[in-house]
Antibody, heavy 118, light 109 residues
Framework: QLQLQESGPGLVKPSETLSLTCTVSGGSMRSSSYSWGWIRQPPGKGLEWIGSIYYSGNTDYNPSLKSRVTISIDTPKKQFSLRLSSVTAAETGVYYC??????????WGQGTLVNVSS | SYELTQPPSVSVSPGQTATISCSGARLGNKYTCWYQQKPGQSPVLVIFQNNKRPTGIPQRFSGSISGDTATLTISGTQATDEADYYCQAWDSTTTLHVIFGGGTRLTVL
């Protein structure tokens, strides 16, 4: 059974870079049927798509974050990563990684809480 | 920018049918999916491609689309269905490809 697990610092200072890794287990990343995405959720609020990386290595980012976001993939390690620069307190929240099949996110990680605070 | 609009809250009595709407321009030309999120948990896909259920999702969950509105229907609602529900669509005509609705809190009274 496919599982995704987010990891990374739970506390990031304002203006610094948030870095998270998602580790995939119980399945392969070497399938063109799937892509991999990051979604976040501020406390008590809704879901916001951050971006996705496709089997081809191409990426697709939320335009509102595009200048600050990088998503990369390391297929042999079965990991993909998120870097978000110049974060602010408003970006505190739970960050989820997910496997994307076509147009929907069919498996999600448990999420990791990132607090942006000095 | 493209937006999906959901009612903030819906209430239903146990055993009754709950309907949650999601509206957006030209939504009928896109595929809509739905996620269920219980407090403290990750979202779970309950409907994809407008009306398909993933393996393991109960038959009481169904989806439909008409015009610019997608609808999630829960028949014979159970207390365990109390959760937040989010619609999501994919828009290739703009630069924001993945769009989530604002979410609907379903309360089973």
């Amino acid at each position: 059974q496919l599982q995704l697990q987010e990891s990374g610092p739970g506390l990031v200072k304002p203006s610094e870079t948030l870095s998270l890794t998602c580790t995939v287990s119980g399945g392969s990343m070497r399938s063109s049927s799937y892509s991999w995405g990051w979604i976040r959720q501020p406390p008590g609020k809704g879901l916001e798509w951050i971006g996705s990386i496709y089997y081809s290595g191409n990426t697709d980012y939320n335009p509102s974050l595009k200048s600050r976001v990088t998503i990369s993939i390391d297929t042999p390690k079965k990991q993909f990563s998120l870097r978000l620069s110049s974060v602010t307190a408003a970006e505190t929240g739970v960050y989820y990684c997910a496997r994307q099949e076509q147009l929907w996110f069919e498996t999600w990680g448990q999420g990791t809480l990132v607090n942006v605070s000095s | 920018s493209y937006e999906l609009t959901q009612p903030p809250s819906v209430s239903v009595s146990p055993g009754q049918t709950a309907t949650i709407s999601c509206s957006g321009a030209r939504l009928g030309n896109k595929y809509t999916c739905w996620y269920q999120q219980k407090p403290g948990q990750s979202p779970v896909l309950v409907i994809f491609q407008n009306n398909k259920r993933p393996t393991g999702i109960p038959q009481r969950f169904s989806g439909s689309i008409s015009g610019d509105t997608a609808t999630l229907t829960i028949s014979g609602t159970q207390a365990t269905d109390e959760a937040d529900y989010y619609c999501q669509a994919w828009d290739s005509t703009t630069t924001l490809h993945v769009i989530f609705g604002g979410g609907t809190r379903l309360t089973v009274l």
